[in-house]
């Protein structure tokens, strides 16, 4: 066909009837439609782990009064760990995580084969647990051990089923501080606000055992800090061991074991002696969130009050 003869049509058709042709565009397949996203899957809620007092304590427990510090995060729980292993009885290694440690049946024959024995799942994960701690004070040579992980709060009454004869020391710290200090050991990951939501479930964990224990001995960190050897003095009276002047300089016993993760890792707590702590907050300063438990920890009186020039006789100053 002419190439021309395409123009003279439209050229005929457009001068009577306004009209020319034009080559129709092949039909593209329509795009297929994106699948919807799939909906996040729900998080598993922790399984909890039903557990009992070992049935014969001396045959399934090595440990002989292994002793806790329960305490939130940040509360000063690396310094107590440092001051009580610098005791020539007394074993603290660095944060141990052993509720982490979980036991699972890979086959059925095998759950059968425990249950046997007498053994379900959490009395299994005992035996770990106590055989972990026994080796670590084996591997010292003293006589106690003493384990300070933060997350135990949420396991107290376990730990207390676990060893019958287990000695608990609650360390306390003012709300305000342990957010503030929260805060600033990870300002990049979260904010105070956030820092204080999360360090409450601790304090929270903390308060329920202080509650749940039939026999604990408290420790304040600003008093810790203001009369070092008078508070190690008097938790040694409740261990049952002498106080040992040489607790106060611990310098001497750590072994550099101050890993983000397993303690504190800052200058200050290695610095191989008692510093100087933080000014306490001024009642003002305690946001409505911290403030049940920071009164129910007797820093704030009743009425909502406190010293407002934010120091009291608990403030810590220096050990000489």
Not at 94 to 123: N, P, Q, W, Y
Not at 135 to 159: C, M, Q
Not at 249 to 263: H, M, P, R
């Amino acid at each position: 066909m002419s190439m021309d003869l395409p123009r003279k049509i439209n050229s005929a058709l457009s001068a009577t009837l306004g009209v020319e042709l034009r080559r129709a565009r092949k039909k593209q397949a329509p795009a297929a439609a994106k699948p919807a996203p799939k909906p996040a899957a729900a998080k598993k809620p922790k399984e909890k782990v039903p557990f009992r007092p070992p049935e014969n304590p001396e045959l399934d427990r090595l440990l002989d009064r292994p002793v806790f510090v329960i305490s939130p995060v940040r509360s000063g729980s690396t310094l107590l760990r440092l001051l009580l292993n610098a005791h020539s009885r007394l074993h603290a290694p660095h944060e141990l995580h052993i509720r982490r440690l979980e036991v699972h049946f890979r086959t059925k024959l095998s759950e059968r084969a425990m249950e046997a024995c007498g053994l379900e799942r959490g009395d299994i994960e005992h035996l770990l647990w106590d055989r972990v701690l026994h080796r670590e004070l084996a591997r010292s040579g003293k006589d106690f051990v003493v384990e300070k992980t933060p997350s135990n709060a949420f396991v107290w009454d376990r730990i207390a089923a676990c060893w019958p004869d287990a000695r608990f020391i609650c360390l306390l710290r003012h709300p305000v501080s342990i957010a503030k200090s929260w805060h600033e050991a990870d300002p990049v990951k979260r904010t105070y606000d956030e820092a204080a939501e999360d360090a409450l479930r601790y304090m929270n964990a903390v308060q329920r055992a202080r509650e749940g224990l039939s026999d604990t001995h408290t420790v304040r960190y600003e008093e810790l800090t203001a009369d070092p050897a008078g508070e190690l003095g008097r938790i040694c009276e409740y261990l049952g061991i002498d106080y040992e002047p040489a607790m106060l300089e611990y310098g001497d016993s750590v072994q550099g074991d101050f890993t983000k993760g397993l303690g504190d890792w800052k200058d200050k707590v290695r610095s191989g002696s008692v510093q100087r702590g933080r000014e306490l907050p001024k009642a003002s300063e305690v946001p409505e969130a911290l403030r049940g438990i920071t009164r129910k920890w007797g820093y704030l009186d009743e009425s909502g009050g406190a010293d407002e020039s934010g120091t009291d006789e608990r403030e810590g100053v220096a050990a000489s």
